[in-house]
Structure formats: structure tokens, C-alpha cells
């Protein structure tokens, strides 16, 4: 074994101790905290009815489960829109992902008192399309392809836009209640219902990106070296594009408007890798699972029994690597 693919393994298993350290302690701590004792003994006789299996098979372990699968979700839709546009400021939260899926689930909340699961996910998924293909064809320009700065001005003003817009909806059509926890961010509402409508789409997500994560790095050469070595470019980034509406727009209808994930995960990654996506991918999405489980546990914490916000927890977290990213120049790299 070479010693880029032993210090690969090391920094696997290192992530995955944190990972499985994080749906450890998620498990047992929180506004009410169990023993080791109570918390092995529920998983060793999960059907019998007590309020200790209550909390943590039916309201821990699957806002555990959906903190990790949105982290990987959110992590991994961020290194492959990084790797298709050649820069580190591809976040799909910047693009307007979150922005379009907010107005479209507001619209649908307009028309329709409750939504099921599934119709939050295809109304999430439709949203962040119109919004990714928009902020994609105002950045374009012929001469130089997708361009950093326009990719942010244009992600900004489509953001901003589409976040007016559903804002106005809320305010003028008093949807407030019902869309207020969405946008602040969070996984207090998490069920085992929700998980069997929207985990499946991350778990394909995830799947066809570790599988096809070499064209992934092929493309990242650009579009010159990439049809030298004969990928077929356009159906490729087709494919990869509608990978990272899948996965954020599901994240999205799970864990609500989220920004920065997407962003810091995997950049943080190619200082370990290097530009090899058969490596970013997988670290991408352990890491992101791990930092979202770990964010989760620390919003109980912060003011028990009540929660904090888990948008504000991530972007506190993130916001002083982001600014030594623009300090150091790392959004043109």
C-alpha cells in the first residue's frame, strides 16, 4: 500500500471514531441524559414500551440518522458543484438552492394547509432546480464559462430575489407557523415517516457519486483535458449537476434552509487530498456527516431544554474558516 492511500485510510478512520463518537453521545445526551447502563439496554430490548425508548429510538435515533445523512448530503453536493465549476465558492446554498426551495415550499403552503413528506421533497427539489439553472445561466459567458465572481453575484442576487419572494408569501399570507422552523434550520421535527421518503434520495445520491467520482475528476481538469481523454463532457455534467439537486434539495427538505456546509466540507478536504475526487468524495461526505451530528448535539446543549437555531450553530462554526478563506485568496484557486 502507497503512502498517499495509508495516510487515505488513516484519515478514514480517524473521521469515522469522531462519527460514530458523535451518534454515541447524540444518543445519550441531550435535555435528558441517560446512562450507558439505560442506553444499552434499550437497544437491546427495543420493543418494550418504556418512555426511555420513547426518546431514544423514536426521537434520538433518527434525528441522529437525519443529522448525519443532510451533513453527507449537503458535503458531497458541495465538493461536486466545486469540481464542476474549478472553484471553491460553488456552494449550492450560494448558488440559490436553499432560496429556490424555500419559495416553492412557501408557494405550496400557499395552496395547500399540510404537505406530505413527499410533496415538501418534490416541492424542495423543483424549487432548487429553477433556482441552480437560473443562477447558472446569468453567471455563463461565452468567452470564459462560469466565471467565480459571476457565480457569486449571480447566486447573491437570484438568492436574494427568490428569498424576498418567499418572505413576502409568509408575511402577507400569515404562513409563519407552518414554515418558520424551515427556515431557521433544524431536525427537531425529524420522524421515521420523513426518513423513508427522503433518505432513500441521498443514499442513491451518495451511491452514484462515490461510483462515478473518477469522471468527477477527470472533469475537474476542465473541459480541454477532459475531452483529450475522451469523457463525454456534457452528459457527464448534466448527470453530476442533477446529483447535487438530488442531494441538496433533499437535505433541504429534511433539515431546512442551511448555508456553508457545502462550502467549508469539502475544501477543507482537498487540503488533506489534493484534486482526487475518489478520495474528496468519501472523506467529503463522512466528515460532513460527522460535523452535522456533532453541530445537532451542540444546539441542545447551548440553552437546554430550549434549542438553538442549528443555522446559527453551523455558521458560527464555519464563518471564521470562511473568512480566512477570503483572507488567503482560496476562492481563486
Given at each position: 500500500m502507497s503512502f498517499s492511500n495509508k495516510k487515505f485510510v488513516a484519515q478514514l478512520t480517524i473521521i469515522s471514531l469522531f462519527f460514530l463518537l458523535g451518534l454515541y453521545c447524540g444518543l445519550r445526551f441531550g435535555a435528558i441524559s441517560y446512562s450507558q447502563q439505560e442506553l444499552l439496554t434499550t437497544f437491546l430490548h427495543p420493543f418494550k414500551e418504556t418512555a426511555i425508548q420513547d426518546v431514544l429510538l423514536d426521537l434520538r435515533l433518527p434525528r441522529v440518522l437525519a443529522a448525519g445523512l443532510v451533513g453527507a448530503a449537503m458535503?458531497?453536493?458541495?465538493?461536486?458543484?466545486?469540481?464542476?465549476?474549478?472553484?471553491?465558492?460553488?456552494?449550492?446554498?450560494?448558488?440559490?438552492?436553499?432560496a429556490g426551495a424555500g419559495l416553492a415550499l412557501a408557494l405550496g403552503y400557499l395552496f395547500f394547509k399540510s404537505l406530505h413528506y413527499s410533496m415538501i421533497l418534490?416541492?424542495?427539489?423543483?424549487?432548487?432546480?429553477?433556482?441552480?439553472f437560473l443562477v447558472l445561466a446569468l453567471s455563463y459567458q461565452a468567452r470564459i464559462g462560469f466565471s467565480p465572481l459571476y457565480l457569486l453575484l449571480a447566486g447573491a442576487m437570484v438568492s436574494a430575489l427568490f428569498t424576498a419572494l418567499g418572505q413576502g408569501l409568509v408575511t402577507y399570507f400569515k404562513l409563519s407557523p407552518t414554515i418558520i422552523g424551515w427556515q431557521a434550520g433544524g431536525l427537531v421535527g425529524v420522524n421515521w415517516a420523513m426518513l423513508k421518503v427522503i433518505a432513500p434520495f441521498i443514499l442513491v445520491g451518495l451511491m452514484l457519486a462515490f461510483i462515478l467520482a473518477k469522471q468527477l475528476t477527470i472533469l475537474s481538469l476542465g473541459q480541454t483535458f477532459s475531452v483529450a481523454l475522451g469523457q463525454?463532457?456534457?452528459?457527464?455534467?448534466?448527470?453530476?449537476?442533477?446529483?447535487?439537486?438530488?442531494?441538496?434539495?433533499?437535505?433541504?427538505?429534511?433539515?431546512?434552509?442551511?448555508?456553508?456546509?457545502?462550502?467549508?466540507i469539502p475544501h477543507v478536504v482537498k487540503q488533506w487530498t489534493g484534486p482526487v475526487y475518489q478520495k474528496i468524495l468519501p472523506l467529503t461526505a463522512l466528515l460532513g456527516a460527522t460535523f452535522m451530528i456533532w453541530a445537532d448535539l451542540l444546539s441542545r446543549f447551548i440553552a437546554p431544554p430550549y434549542e438553538t437555531p442549528l443555522i446559527s450553530v453551523v455558521s458560527v462554526t464555519c464563518l471564521p474558516y470562511f473568512l480566512w478563506m477570503i483572507h488567503k485568496g482560496e476562492f481563486y484557486d
Amino acid at each position: 500500500m502507497s503512502f498517499s492511500n495509508k495516510k487515505f485510510v488513516a484519515q478514514l478512520t480517524i473521521i469515522s471514531l469522531f462519527f460514530l463518537l458523535g451518534l454515541y453521545c447524540g444518543l445519550r445526551f441531550g435535555a435528558i441524559s441517560y446512562s450507558q447502563q439505560e442506553l444499552l439496554t434499550t437497544f437491546l430490548h427495543p420493543f418494550k414500551e418504556t418512555a426511555i425508548q420513547d426518546v431514544l429510538l423514536d426521537l434520538r435515533l433518527p434525528r441522529v440518522l437525519a443529522a448525519g445523512l443532510v451533513g453527507a448530503a449537503m458535503a458531497t453536493a458541495g465538493a461536486i458543484m466545486q469540481g464542476l465549476m474549478r472553484n471553491a465558492i460553488a456552494d449550492p446554498g450560494l448558488l440559490g438552492i436553499n432560496a429556490g426551495a424555500g419559495l416553492a415550499l412557501a408557494l405550496g403552503y400557499l395552496f395547500f394547509k399540510s404537505l406530505h413528506y413527499s410533496m415538501i421533497l418534490l416541492l424542495c427539489l423543483l424549487g432548487a432546480t429553477i433556482a441552480a439553472f437560473l443562477v447558472l445561466a446569468l453567471s455563463y459567458q461565452a468567452r470564459i464559462g462560469f466565471s467565480p465572481l459571476y457565480l457569486l453575484l449571480a447566486g447573491a442576487m437570484v438568492s436574494a430575489l427568490f428569498t424576498a419572494l418567499g418572505q413576502g408569501l409568509v408575511t402577507y399570507f400569515k404562513l409563519s407557523p407552518t414554515i418558520i422552523g424551515w427556515q431557521a434550520g433544524g431536525l427537531v421535527g425529524v420522524n421515521w415517516a420523513m426518513l423513508k421518503v427522503i433518505a432513500p434520495f441521498i443514499l442513491v445520491g451518495l451511491m452514484l457519486a462515490f461510483i462515478l467520482a473518477k469522471q468527477l475528476t477527470i472533469l475537474s481538469l476542465g473541459q480541454t483535458f477532459s475531452v483529450a481523454l475522451g469523457q463525454k463532457t456534457t452528459r457527464f455534467m448534466v448527470f453530476f449537476l442533477g446529483l447535487v439537486l438530488i442531494l441538496s434539495g433533499a437535505a433541504v427538505a429534511l433539515v431546512g434552509s442551511l448555508f456553508l456546509v457545502g462550502l467549508i466540507i469539502p475544501h477543507v478536504v482537498k487540503q488533506w487530498t489534493g484534486p482526487v475526487y475518489q478520495k474528496i468524495l468519501p472523506l467529503t461526505a463522512l466528515l460532513g456527516a460527522t460535523f452535522m451530528i456533532w453541530a445537532d448535539l451542540l444546539s441542545r446543549f447551548i440553552a437546554p431544554p430550549y434549542e438553538t437555531p442549528l443555522i446559527s450553530v453551523v455558521s458560527v462554526t464555519c464563518l471564521p474558516y470562511f473568512l480566512w478563506m477570503i483572507h488567503k485568496g482560496e476562492f481563486y484557486d
